[in-house]
């Protein structure tokens, strides 16, 4: 088990150690700007540690690829360790919108789920530990939007667009995904498909449904985020909590 100290923030002009703890709720944190806050030096070498307390929630309420908590531009000279206690959440994928383009007799480009959103994002090497309170998932990706079905007879066409998706599980959506819109009845026996559902966390969303008789091409779920987006840089994770979603 990793221990670290209770909450303080210290920072002084020209480097030496800063310590920046998130003691209460907040949404989309951007470590470099609290950094900045405490008289931070990007181009003087420092250490700089991170501590979220247990019980206390991050989140990301903006878009699916926003993450929760990230760490800003930060110089390769300093060194960054994170200790995490609370939860951390990611946002869920936007839902494919229903379909409304192209000409009513002709099949549109199929609209695919939003991505899920990511829950910790790194722009700096780091070494991450993962406390036993602690519990970090990724946004579930948007559903798909469903098929337009077109009835083609011997003297009439009838059409009716498919259906919105649903948006994935996430800070916003911490309950559970979104359903994908109904499948829709038209005139004729024409039938637009149903959306896909949204994800839940750490999961793609669902594809969308054919329509119906002659069914368009379906929008695929969006892909889920990740619980820890590593953007090529070296980040070492050390868990004894919750890891939902992708660590890479």
């Known amino acids: 088990m990793v221990m670290f100290t209770s ?11 800063f310590v920046i703890n998130t003691t209460s709720a907040e ?8 950094l900045d806050a405490a008289n931070f ?49 990611g946002m869920g994928g936007e839902g494919a919108p229903e379909a409304s383009t192209g000409s009513p007799f002709a099949c549109p480009t199929p609209q695919a789920g939003g991505v899920g959103g990511n829950a910790l994002s790194f722009e ?9 309170t602690s519990i970090v998932k990724s946004g579930g990706g ?8 077109i009835d083609i007879g011997d003297h009439y066409e ?18 559970g995904p979104v359903d994908g819109c109904p499948r829709k009845s038209g005139d004729d026996n024409s039938y637009g498909g149903a959306g896909g559902n949204g994800g839940v966390f750490g999961s793609n969303g669902q594809n969308g449904s054919n329509g119906d008789p002659v069914t368009c091409s379906v929008g695929i779920g ?17 868990t004894s909590g919750t890891v939902v979603g992708t660590v890479g």
Not at 7 to 17: D, Y
Not at 27 to 34: E, F, H, P, S, V
Not at 158 to 175: D, H, K, W
């Open 7 to 17: 909450a303080f923030m210290m920072g002084t002009a020209g480097g030496g150690l």
């Open 27 to 34: 949404n989309n944190i951007n470590l470099r700007t609290k």
């Open 41 to 89: 030096n990007n181009d003087v070498e420092s250490t700089i540690i991170y501590n979220l307390d247990a019980g206390v929630t991050v989140g990301s309420n903006t878009t699916a690829t926003a993450p929760a908590w990230q760490t800003g531009t930060i110089s390769s000279i300093h060194t960054l360790t994170l200790n995490i206690g609370g939860v951390v959440y």
């Open 124 to 132: 700096h090497n780091a070494v991450v530990n993962l406390l036993p």
């Open 142 to 149: 948007g559903g798909g939007q469903g098929a337009n079905g």
């Open 158 to 175: 009838s059409f009716e667009y498919g259906q919105c998706g649903g948006r994935g599980q996430g800070f916003t959506t911490l309950t």
């Open 222 to 238: 969006g892909a889920a985020g990740n619980a820890v987006k590593k953007n090529g840089y070296t980040v070492t994770v050390y």
